[in-house]
């Protein structure tokens, strides 16, 4: 019986081993998987993005541009010779537009009266050009009528240009 005490106690003390074993491992898959979920939950909370911040962080696309076109010109230049001038203006709102519109006399003169001025000399250089558009600039951008606020004019655009 001696020997079978042994093979008994051989029995049991292998299972009493491999329990803590067992514990150990679980502990172990434990901790892995609460290591894992942290991971996974603070990645989460540091890529998501807040829909307010997502709407901001997204660039507005730029209003269309608006642009009056206006008749062309064709005046005579300081000596005998005549110049034929088509002008785009690019203004900052629909608004502008209209009063560029309403106030079309007045635009027109300003024009003849800047356009006869310049001698076709000046006017035949690059420069005299980019002076010529900074100038019918200035004299647009004046108010019309008292009282009323001048339109905003970002931009002159000669769209054709031939002097005879």
């Known amino acids: 019986m001696a020997s079978t005490e042994k093979v008994a106690d051989s029995n049991v003390s292998p299972i009493t081993e491999a329990r ?23 990645a989460w909370w540091f890529t998501r993005a807040e829909p307010a911040q997502a709407a901001a962080a997204r660039p507005q696309p730029p209003a269309p541009p608006v642009f009056v076109e206006l008749e062309p010109f064709t005046v005579n230049l300081a000596g005998e010779r005549v110049l034929q001038v088509s002008v785009s203006l690019q203004v900052a709102k629909a608004e502008d537009a209209d009063q560029l519109k309403l106030y079309q006399p007045v635009v ?24 010529l558009a900074a100038e019918i ?28």
Do not use: N
């Open 20 to 42: 803590p074993r067992s514990r150990k491992k679980q502990a172990l898959v434990l901790a892995a998987l609460l290591l894992l979920s942290a991971a996974g939950g603070g």
């Open 108 to 131: 027109k003169s300003r024009m003849l009266m800047l356009l006869s001025s310049k001698s076709a000399e000046t006017l035949q250089a690059p420069q005299g050009k980019a002076e």
């Open 137 to 164: 600039a200035t004299a647009l951008k004046q108010p019309y009528v008292k009282d009323l606020a001048a339109p905003a004019i970002g931009g002159v655009f000669l769209t054709a240009f031939v002097i005879q």
